[in-house]
């Protein structure tokens, strides 16, 4: 239901707000294999024939009316769905990421032609080693307090530590027929958890900091006043 809603929505403002919209959706976000009958017929038509009722499809039609009219079209029921169909055709844009390993990405693609013959494929492959290091340098220049040489050659330790993961990764595949994936992805988790890690302890030396000044303090403060007395 609420995929049908989301659906309706872009429906709306493609088709009768006139706004460009893009839907986009990962493969972890199919949680539903019904999902999938939706999207191919978005994809090779435009249509998603079980997703409107009758109030829906009056609805739409009246809403594009006057614009339909403005363009020298007469008003039919006919002509007005077909307006309005055109019109999400050109506005509405879908993004599609899934990932090519496996069986599950081949088999929706014989189930669900139009994933492949409807759209047009990026393929993201590995980074190499100077894409790492400098995605790696510019997120570590949003780290404060951190000497040029010492984030360069973080960066370079992470793109060798990513590297060295996708080669050994390799290794457990030929070795054991298992496999575990280093993905682009997977290299902007290791800087996040990087950054989170440093910030972490950078707060808990700045407590313990806190609390030995505050400790000195209330020390001399104690020794000012045995020494008054």
């Known amino acids: 239901a609420d995929f049908k809603e989301a659906l309706l929505g872009l429906y709306t403002k493609a088709g009768v707000k006139t706004t460009p919209v893009t839907f986009l959706m990962t493969d972890n976000q199919i949680v539903k294999e019904h999902f999938l009958v939706f999207l191919n017929d978005l994809l090779a038509t435009g249509l998603i024939t079980d997703l409107f009722s009758q109030e829906d499809k009056d609805n739409f039609c009246n809403s594009v009316r006057n614009e339909c ?17 055109d019109k999400v055709r050109k506005y509405l844009h879908v993004i599609l990421c ?19 013959n409807c759209t047009v494929f990026d393929w993201f492959h590995s980074w190499p080693h100077e ?32 590297q060295t993961t996708s080669q050994a990764a390799v ?24 950054k989170g890690l440093l910030q972490q302890k950078r707060d808990e030396l700045k407590a313990n900091r806190e609390r030995l000044e505050n400790g000195v303090d209330k020390i001399a403060q104690a020794s000012a006043q045995v020494a008054d007395l």
Do not use: C
């Not at 780290?143 to 793109?159: F, K």
């Open 69 to 85: 009219k403005g363009a020298g079209i007469l008003d039919t029921p006919e002509n007005l769905w077909d307006f309005f169909i």
């Open 98 to 116: 899934f990932s090519p390993v496996g069986d599950k990405f081949r088999i929706r693609a014989r189930q669900f032609p139009a994933l492949v």
């Open 131 to 162: 894409a790492l290091v400098s995605v790696s340098q510019r997120f570590l220049m949003e780290i404060p307090d951190l000497e040029e040489e010492v984030r360069e050659n973080i960066a370079y330790h992470m793109a060798y530590v990513h």
């Open 171 to 194: 290794r457990f595949r030929d070795m054991l027929r298992r496999h575990v994936y280093s993905t682009p992805k997977s290299f902007l988790e290791l800087i996040s958890l990087y």
